[in-house]
């Protein structure tokens, strides 16, 4: 009979012991819309606490507590606490809380009465999980994305949402909770929100990955991002960083140049050491790695990095170079590097396949690449004046040089700005509604975007050429990495307004520098010459010159003598190249060199003729020994006639017997300039005209009229 009693006690210890073990670990996913997964079909399943679940496994028991409409606010129009799913999500006692609310109080009922009781509120809210559970471990969320389209983005929305993440940040710090970002991972997939508010089951797919990696530490183990390669170059004279993912915890240890530096995964996987500032040299090597793990980059370079963006005319490729056959065999050099971002499908004038529109929506439009040493087979793909640059650069400063190219055919100034300073700017921020049917965008741009998704099932499918697009594919993957400087070649896709590209333009060298965090030289081209369809050149070409005056630390190489009547791609790019090495030897590494051609200075009236001071320029000629061309001049009317030109030193005086009182004065305006000023080292005279500088002479006209 004991033996019967011990077989038993035995057997119900043994089944206690094992219930014990299956106990599961519970998840309250407390949250609005979002998190009950409004909109999704079969959300049961599709729903981010659901696709949770299935990630975590048996394990765990994943519960959803979201309620639509709810908000924060204990005041506000539909309070979390006053919900029955409240009460459930206490009751549950859950070992982990995963809290996302905030979106509804963006609500004008909400945020702008009852702002200041925000954080107190929240604060009570995770003090309240942890009474019903002193072992729970509460994380709350930065929100989702509200998009533009939303109904009310700009009356307050967007700027109330900025407001309650500052806060919901704040309380995380205060209360010592973890802080899970939902907004870095989808921000930049508005192909995911239908209704600019609530995602899609792969939207929400996201939200699972992230808050699961959060709660396992799971991050896919070592990973740096592909800048990291071998014979990369890395940014002389400023702090060297090193970065990148692994699992939550594992320590992490980089060796370079015989230093070593370790640290610790942070809880949202990610890591990240930096190395003094070095002087130019190399090669070196950098290891990387942890307890599984070892990444090796060997043939690492210290010298300049310059990041070469635009649309075709900075990715024409050295081989179609009108000196291809004279430069691409003598090109070898192992101190030039050069990381060729190339698109996985041009935007010629096809239909995409399904794969391409789906790489596309996912961000991953620029194909995988590394670094690679300057051959002739390298430098044949690469871009030419990135090339013609960098090997002037190198010739000069005797030091090793990287050249990042990322410059995409047809592409509009908007798409290479972020999402954020759109949709801050008062102007840009309607680029971003409907842009495939909206008159901010050039039409050529429109069309040729259509054709390429017209396969598209997907009524949100993106394409480069939208705002925002090619910032979060191809600019936002380098900003950790420290760079010298920019060069620019783009304009050809926005000269239907020039006004607004003179808001765009701006935008994006602000957009770049406040993500690097340094004003860093940014160089471009002033667009060339061409007489079919191109109306609007000679504007553009001088609004492109004064914006040397709106952007510090800017440059502009002209290019009009290089054009081609026919054709909006000319070959001669090596002068290009070279005019923009100019501008970095001269204002960049301080080298005595002439860095452009004669720039309109100032204008001065003496009765029937004018008289153009020129900057850039010790002594003023002509290109063909003839008299100089493409001058006009014009009075009060504005009625422009041809001018005859007299070189004067650095000053040209200019007349017509037809204009008593001269008032306005411009040069090389038309769309294919024949124009031939130069200066002593034969760099052109860009486009200029002087409205927009010398408005006063229209009172001195009159005031000679009277």
Request: glycine content about 6%.
């Amino acid at each position: 009979m004991t033996k019967k009693k011990n077989l038993l006690l035995l057997t119900l210890l043994f089944f206690s012991l094992t219930v014990f073990s299956q106990e599961k670990i519970k998840i309250a996913c407390v949250g609005n819309s979002v998190t009950y997964g409004y909109t999704i079909p079969d959300r049961e399943h599709n729903s981010y606490p659901a696709q949770l679940q299935q990630l975590l496994g048996d394990k765990y028991d994943v519960q959803n507590f979201g309620l639509s409409g709810a908000t924060l606010l204990k005041k506000g129009h539909r309070p979390y606490w006053e919900q029955e799913v409240y009460k459930k999500a206490l009751d549950f006692k859950a070992e982990y809380v995963i809290i996302h609310l905030g979106l509804n109080d963006t609500d004008p009922r909400n945020w702008p009465k009852y702002r200041d009781d925000f954080t107190r509120d929240y604060i009570e809210l995770i003090q309240s999980f942890k009474m019903a559970n002193p072992k729970s471990k509460v994380m709350i969320c930065r929100l989702t994305p509200i998009f533009h389209g939303h109904n009310r983005f700009k009356s307050g929305t967007r700027d109330w949402y900025w407001q309650i993440q500052k806060d919901i940040e704040r309380v995380a710090k205060a209360e010592k909770v973890q802080l899970i970002d939902l907004n870095t991972p989808l921000h930049n997939r508005p192909d995911l929100f239908p209704d600019n508010l609530h995602p899609t089951a792969e939207g929400a797919g996201i939200i699972t990955q992230t808050v699961f990696s959060m709660i396992t530490g799971n991050y896919g183990d070592l990973k740096l991002p592909q800048f990291f390669s071998d014979h990369m170059v890395l940014q002389r004279n400023k702090p060297i960083p090193v970065w990148g993912t692994a699992n939550a915890g594992t320590k992490i240890k980089v060796t370079f140049n015989k230093q070593v530096k370790n640290t610790i995964v942070g809880k949202d996987g990610k890591w990240e050491v930096s190395f003094p500032s070095m002087n130019a040299g190399g090669p070196y090597t950098i290891k990387v790695e942890n307890e599984k793990t070892k990444i090796q980059f060997d043939d690492v370079m210290i010298g300049e990095v310059w990041l070469c963006s635009g649309q075709s005319n900075m990715a024409f490729q050295l081989k179609q170079a009108s000196t291809a056959s004279t430069d691409i065999p003598v090109s070898a050099n192992s101190s030039i590097r050069l990381f060729n971002m190339s698109e996985i499908a041009p935007t010629n004038k096809v239909a995409w396949n399904d794969s391409v529109l789906t790489q596309v929506n996912q961000l991953n439009y620029f194909k995988p690449t590394s670094w690679k040493v300057c051959t002739p087979k390298s430098s044949a793909d690469f871009s030419a004046i990135a090339y013609y640059f960098g090997a002037k650069l190198q010739e000069e400063l005797n030091v090793p040089i990287g050249l990042i190219q990322n410059a995409i055919g047809g592409s509009p100034a908007e798409a290479w700005i972020d999402r954020f300073s759109l949709e801050h700017n008062p102007i840009l921020v309607d680029v971003l509604s409907n842009w495939n049917n909206n008159d901010f965008v050039m039409q050529w741009c429109r069309t040729r975007a259509q054709e390429n998704i017209e396969n598209s099932k997907n009524p949100l499918q993106r394409h480069p050429y939208q705002p925002a697009y090619l910032y979060e594919s191809g600019v936002a993957p380098l900003i950790k990495a420290p760079i010298a400087g920019v060069i620019w070649y783009q304009g050809e896709s926005n000269e239907h307004n020039v006004e607004l590209h003179e808001i765009a333009f701006p935008e994006v060298v602000k957009s770049w520098r406040n993500a690097w965090g340094y004003e860093f030289p940014f160089y471009y081209v002033q667009l060339s010459s061409m007489k079919v369809g191109r109306e609007s050149w000679g504007h553009f070409r001088d609004s492109q010159r004064r914006m040397m005056k709106v952007i510090p630390n800017s440059g502009m190489a002209v290019s009009s003598d290089v054009g081609n009547e026919n054709d909006v791609h000319p070959q001669n790019k090596k002068p290009v190249g070279e005019r923009l090495a100019r501008w970095a030897l001269a204002d960049t590494y301080n080298l005595p060199i002439v860095k452009s051609g004669p720039l309109f200075k100032s204008v001065t009236f003496q009765k029937n003729k004018a008289v153009i001071e020129f900057s850039e320029a010790k002594q003023l000629k002509t290109s063909d020994n003839l008299k100089p061309t493409s001058f006009e001049v014009a009075g009060y009317d504005k009625v422009f006639y041809p001018a005859i030109a007299e070189i004067n030193g650095n000053k040209i005086t200019v007349s017509n017997l037809k204009i008593d009182n001269p008032v306005f004065v411009r040069y090389g305006w038309s769309s294919f300039s024949e124009g031939n000023l130069v200066n002593e080292e034969n760099l052109p005279a860009s486009t200029f005209s002087t409205e927009f500088e010398t408005l006063d002479n229209l009172k001195t006209c009159i005031t000679n009229k009277k």
